[in-house]
């Protein structure tokens, strides 16, 4: 199991788990339960950049669409195809299976995401 308090969370509810220089992103279980069954996942192609709070893909549900941002700047170097094969991996395990994209990024990545207690308490508001 994932040590949630070791992530970086995003107020537009992405989380993030940096190792060295490379960033894997995905989505909060919150994130996961607000849109309900999820059936679709665009992602960006691997080499794309993309600037802190840029839209980098979609998720849709049986409920809405709803856009992905980046929390973080930086090039893509992986995509998660088991989430575009099967989205409803971000239902079942948005934090171990359902990761979105890896990013290598810059120094200061995490600069203004929230821990893990600012972001229960951001969503609780």
């Known amino acids: 199991m994932t040590d949630l308090t070791a992530l970086k969370y995003s107020e537009e509810h992405e989380w993030v788990a940096l190792?060295?220089?490379?960033?894997t992103v995905g989505i909060t279980d919150?994130?996961?339960?607000?849109?309900?069954d999820i059936v679709f996942v665009e992602l960006p192609?691997?080499?794309?950049?993309?600037?802190?709070?840029?839209?980098f893909g979609e998720?849709?549900?049986?409920?809405?669409?709803?856009e992905l941002y980046a929390p973080v700047a930086g090039t893509i170097t992986e995509i998660n195809q088991a989430v575009v094969d099967d989205p409803a991996l971000l239902n079942s395990s948005p934090f171990e299976d359902?990761?979105?994209?890896?990013?290598?990024v810059a120094d200061g990545a995490l600069d203004g995401l929230l821990d893990r207690d600012a972001y229960v308490a951001h969503t609780e508001g």
């Open 59 to 66: 998720a849709e549900s049986t409920k809405s669409v709803s």
């Open 19 to 23: 190792d060295g220089s490379v960033a």
């Open 98 to 104: 359902a990761w979105l994209v890896k990013v290598e």
């Open 45 to 55: 192609a691997v080499g794309t950049t993309f600037a802190r709070g840029a839209v």
């Open 30 to 36: 919150f994130a996961a339960d607000a849109l309900g």
